[in-house]
């Protein structure tokens, strides 16, 4: 366990100890991680290793058994936490993408700035230009999400959470619904937010890109922080299930 | 002089009760989804009381037949000190029992709108009544519209259950010429062929609406 930081440098992440069941099952058995601001944290593990699962509990989507879970000074293990304050601090975006099907994009994206945050719709339509344009999609503002490619319903769902200005964002396995020509534009988007400081949680399935962008890689295997270190412990694992579970053609 | 064949002034009569029919649709219609509304948004309500009462009101009402519930509203309600004339009887009867065959069409609707697209919102920080209005109903209204145009034909046809009432639509009309004609075969084809023709073009429509909407099931089925 680290030292206490000062709360100047507090990190913008903290899960402590973290357990969680479905029923029966342990999903996390004790999960610790901390994510600075301005860090970029890959999560990787095979399916069913709980990755998920401690990306979603950061957003409260799921509630866990014990353990402590601060997220940008919201104690979000608290269950009497006000939720609306911990999402306005805290982007995700999903495997589905999950845009509003019935909206366009541009709507999509000032939907919330709008009606969460009251802004006026000029200027949520002003923001809304600038973060497509961010993840490469200025020309598609007036496009429904139907017309659009998986890659591209991917980036605007990106720019969606953008246009709240989170604290800190969260991908969950982004680029598993793509194929891998649409995966590339996706990630490009996402590397060019790690450069612009912006701190970032992800779950993913791309070691390459992992091992690219990431600052922090914690390697998850039946419920627990198996191994965790900068991108390099990909190169040179320490325990046997990491060193497979890289070796296993990825 | 009765007249003992079927001329002009019967048929202006029928006409006229027809127009009845379409008018305690429209009533039905108009009453019984707004407070239709109401029972939907309580059956996926929240609070687990509102659920459950909206539930049990759901319940008792498909559980009754509407020729009773109009008995009881019409024969029951005056030794309670409360007189209601025929059309006030039927259009209560009607709103009572097409509110909550709406309501339970309308929550299927809203619950079969993906999960996904209400967490999306939540992590959006959009309140529950924000989620459900910009988000949650907008989709469900297109979910929902071929079943509902579809439960119109209902309506119309049942509307002839308020001739029990004494309520002159066009069923009642019809019977009420039969018997100064008694001519049943007859009269009774005419009214089968208004009512076919006032539900045709809805059952029509209502399938046309279905293929349209048919997108709306076919998007955002990756699981996680």
Known sequence: MSQPLPSSAAPVVSLRDVHKSFGSLKVLDGVSFEVPRGEVMAIIGRSGSGKSTALRCIDRLETIESGEIIVCGHRVSDPKLPLRALRLDVGIVFQSYNLFPHLTIEENICLAPVTVKGKRRAEARETARRVLGQVGLGDKLDSYPEQLSGGQQQRAAIARSLAMEPQVMLFDEVTSALDPELTGEVLRVIEQLAAGGMTMVMVTHEMGFARRVADRIVFMHQGKVWETGPAGILDAPETAELRQFVGSGL | ?224
Do not use: D
Request: with cysteine; proline share 5%.
């Open chain 2, 1 to 224: 002089m009765i007249a003992t064949q079927l001329g002009a002034t019967h048929l202006q009569f029928l006409l006229q009760g027809a127009l009845w029919t379409v008018v305690l649709s429209a009533i039905a219609l108009v009453g019984g989804g707004l407070l239709g509304f109401l029972v939907a948004l309580c059956r996926v309500s929240g609070s687990r009381a509102v659920r459950l009462a909206s539930g049990a009101y759901v319940q008792v009402v498909q559980g009754t037949p509407l020729l009773v519930i109009m008995f009881l509203v019409f024969f029951g309600l005056p030794p309670l000190g409360l007189n209601v004339s025929p059309l006030a009887a039927a259009s209560a009867s009607l709103i009572l029992y097409v509110s909550a065959y709406m309501g339970e069409i309308w929550r299927g609707c809203i619950e079969s709108v993906p999960k996904p697209q209400w967490e999306a919102a939540e992590c959006l920080a959009m309140s529950r009544t924000q989620r459900m209005f910009h988000v949650v109903l907008p989709q469900a209204v297109r979910i929902a519209t071929p079943p509902t145009v579809g439960f119109l034909v209902q309506i119309i046809k049942n509307t002839s259950l308020a001739s029990v009432v004494g309520f002159v639509e066009l069923a009642r009309a019809g019977q009420i010429i039969n018997n100064s004609l008694f001519e049943p075969f007859l009269v009774y084809l005419i009214i089968a062929l208004l009512y076919f023709a006032m539900c045709y073009p809805l059952s029509r429509w209502s399938r046309r609406l279905e293929r349209r909407t048919g997108f709306a099931r076919r998007q955002q089925v990756v699981s996680p």
